[in-house]
């Protein structure tokens, strides 16, 4: 069935960097716009990046623009994010997510249960 | 950028009409989507392109516009509905993608 499960979360200090991965399973991944977007605890939803299918469009929010790089490998069927210079307030769950796009809208319609990554010294 | 704004809090008792809303200046060009989200889970979608249900949803979730303003109204809430509900759009400049704050459902 479609499938979306991300790995690579854990606890980093201040200043360091993880790499997070989100295998895709049971659709063509190509095919489709993928997203990460977090959850700080207690928080709301917030998107931080995505990628066309073939990787040549991409898009970051302020948050992470300059720190985050989100990529993808179609052959592997998954996406990425790297992320450095992390700061407490990146602590949160990460998700990706399949998109659904067109000009009028953005929206993710598969989600994967999250990875949660802790900035703390 | 642009901000969407969300109010904190709605509820509703079993069996009402409920309507939980969206508002920001990227509404007027672009369409809400929206998501249900219950405690320990991951988001699940229910509205896209402003009133398209995906394949699974109840037909008691939809969704409409008006200028700045995106309603997700839920014609008789049930018990299971209770959830966080987000909006999103595209930003003012269509790259960037935008949520809203968030709308804790009580269903009474």
């Known amino acids: 069935q479609v499938q979306l499960v991300e790995s690579g979360g854990g606890v980093v200090k201040p200043g360091g960097s993880l790499g997070l991965s989100c295998a895709a399973a049971g659709f063509s991944f190509s095919d489709f716009y993928m997203s990460w977007v977090r959850q700080a605890p207690g928080k709301g939803l917030e998107w931080l990046a995505y990628?066309?299918?073939?990787?040549?469009?991409?898009y970051y929010a302020d948050s992470a623009r300059g720190r985050f790089t989100i990529s993808r490998d179609n052959a592997k069927n998954s996406l990425y994010l790297q992320m450095n210079f992390l700061r407490a307030d990146d602590t949160a769950m990460y998700y990706c997510a399949r998109s659904v796009t067109s000009y009028y809208y953005y929206a993710m319609d598969v989600w994967g249960q999250g990875t949660t990554v802790t900035v703390s010294s | 950028s642009s901000e969407l704004t969300q109010d904190p809090a709605v509820s509703a008792a079993l069996g009402q009409t409920v309507r939980i809303t969206c508002q920001g200046d990227?509404?007027?060009?672009?369409?809400a989507s929206w998501f249900q989200q219950k405690p320990g889970q991951a988001p699940v979608l229910v509205i896209y392109?402003?009133?398209a249900r995906p394949s699974g949803i109840p037909a008691r979730f939809s969704g409409s516009s008006s200028g700045n303003t995106a309603s997700l109204t839920i014609t008789g809430a049930q018990a299971e509905d209770e959830a966080d509900y987000f909006c999103n759009s595209r930003d003012s400049s269509g790259n960037l993608v935008v949520f809203g704050g968030g709308t804790k459902l009580t269903v009474l």
């Open positions: 392109g402003n009133n």
């Open positions: 990227s509404l007027r060009s672009y369409y």
């Open positions: 990628i066309g299918g073939s990787g040549t469009t991409i």
